[in-house]
């Protein structure tokens, strides 16, 4: 049976890393087989055992070439699961996650010549984080980054 991308599934927390008083990493793992994503994607999470309904979407920090899930959460006041993670989460808690998304990925095929500019603001560096590693680690293109 082909468990690539099985959801919903529980994910469990490998390593945490404090990045900023407010702000963490969460290295995740998945309980049976592996889980596919592109740079710039997100994945999305089930922030209430009692309501499945409520959920909460988070840009994947690392790049499929880490062999590594991890997410970076900025604590929110008002945030459910950016509370409960920040505040609670130790290494060994399982979270459910319910699907990888989006498309604001790389193009398919890159030239090494092709120049790349990204902006962001804030925690919008998350997703541009892991394809400006992942442009670094395969090619030689020119990035451009503000922030």
């Known amino acids: 049976m082909d468990y690539v991308n099985h959801f919903p599934q529980d994910l469990v927390i490998q390593d945490i890393i404090l990045e900023t008083a407010l702000c963490k990493t969460f290295v995740l793992s998945p309980a049976i087989g592996k889980i596919t994503f592109q740079a710039g ?46 505040d609670r989460a130790q290494v060994g808690d399982k979270v459910r996650a319910i699907g990888v998304f989006g498309k604001y990925v790389l193009p398919p095929v890159i030239d090494a010549a092709d120049h790349f500019f990204f902006f962001a603001a804030g925690s919008g560096i998350v997703p541009i984080y892991s394809l400006i590693k992942t442009l670094l680690a395969t090619g030689q293109n020119k990035i451009i980054l503000i922030y």
């Open 41 to 86: 994607q997100y994945i999305t999470f089930q922030a209430d055992a009692k309501d499945p309904t409520v959920t909460r979407s988070y840009s994947i920090s690392s790049t499929a070439l880490e062999q590594r899930l991890a997410i970076t959460i900025k604590r929110q006041e008002n945030g459910l699961f950016s509370r409960m993670m920040i």
